[in-house]
């Protein structure tokens, strides 16, 4: 019997297995089709192979999700500790044909951080103790890229479904930006800006995943308040930000982090918002909190100490003041 299920595990391939991990965790086949670019057939015909290798239903239909036998329980964590096996073999060889093996830190980065990050990861003192570091725009998948050895860490807002990467709060950015035209006329009520006198204007907001998808904060406010719902306009990219903001005479908030990116375009103005004003979109809907997405300590490429460099600095750009005057911004 041993010889038997050992011929017919042999027989199974990565993807298969792949496949039984995705069915596991999403509990549904046509979710597991769509993650894996396959089509539902291909499903079908990996989760029959698996059945007759294991002799066990492994999934069945419970409440419109694949639910997992006992069986499938005990074989979730060796599947997957034996794919991550398979990832690591391929990360040593192709080590040798890209930057990762020149300890080259890859990091996926969320709405926020970028520019501020690369300014100071590129200064030549940090990168003396952190090494080299290559930024990525946070997306869709690059929870899953980290899991699979392709990114080494990230830094968002956006929580992954992957329950095998460890999270780490850090904070959330301590200090809002309100950004628009220089000749914009809620510049005659500066220092003393009032959400109030904002939402006689025009209002475009970044879309965040899991935080103002359905509605923005200051939206929400403007309901609870019974203020007159200002134009909202809701982007994907800072280019349509940016054109948004120059041609539709609209209002922006920004984390204080990126005020200076923003205020390069030399027709856009860039001030704090007054503590009062961030406190009352606090109370509306709190501001998502910062994540580290790492892998395991045993899977990780990077040291205890780099992996706390990069936390201090995180830490200070949330919770410092980004702007400490005028000065930094010019007329």
């Known amino acids: 019997m041993a010889s038997r299920l050992l011929k017919q595990l042999c027989d199974l391939d990565i993807f298969t297995l ?30 029959s192979s698996l059945r007759l290798a294991f002799d066990d239903e492994l999934f069945y239909r419970r409440q419109q999700k694949l639910k997992a036998t006992p069986l499938a329980e005990n074989l979730y964590r060796p599947v997957c500790d034996f ?22 830190l890859q990091i996926a980065v969320g709405y926020g951080l970028m520019s501020a990050l690369s300014k100071i990861f590129g200064q030549k003192d ?11 725009k946070w ?39 309100l950004v628009c035209r220089k000749d914009h006329p809620i510049w005659q009520h500066y220092p003393n800006i009032t959400l109030e006198q904002i939402a006689r204007y025009p209002f475009v907001y970044m879309c965040i995943r899991n935080f103002n998808e359905r509605i923005d904060p200051f939206e929400l406010y ?19 930000w940016y054109a948004h903001l120059l041609t539709m005479n609209s209002i922006a908030f920004a984390p204080a982090t990126e005020l200076c990116q923003a205020e390069r375009i030399s027709e856009l103005k860039c001030r704090l918002l007054p503590a009062s004003e961030v406190n009352k979109l606090q109370r509306t809907l709190a501001l998502p909190c910062y994540q580290l997405i790492e892998k395991a300590d045993d899977y990780r490429r990077y040291s205890t100490e780099q992996r706390q460099l990069i936390l201090d600095v995180i830490s200070k750009l949330l919770s410092f003041r980004a702007i400490p005057d005028e ?3 010019g007329t």
């Open 18 to 47: 792949m496949v039984f991990k995705t069915i596991y965790e999403t509990g549904h086949a046509n979710i597991t089709a769509r993650e894996l670019s396959v089509s539902a057939p291909k499903i079908s015909r990996c989760l």
């Open 139 to 177: 997306q869709s998948d690059s929870a899953d890229l980290i899991h699979s050895g392709e990114l080494d860490l990230g830094i968002s807002m956006d929580l992954p479904e992957n329950q095998e990467l460890q999270l780490t709060n850090i904070g959330e950015c301590q200090e809002i930006g």
């Open 222 to 240: 403007c309901q609870q308040e019974n203020i007159p719902t200002p134009e909202m306009d809701c982007v994907e990219d800072f280019e349509e």
């Open 126 to 136: 940090m990168a003396d103790k952190l090494g080299k570091v290559r930024l990525y």
């Open 327 to 329: 000065r930094q911004f």
């Open 83 to 104: 794919i991550q096996s398979v990832y690591q073999l391929e990360l040593q060889a192709n080590g040798s044909r890209d930057c990762r093996s020149e300890g080259c």
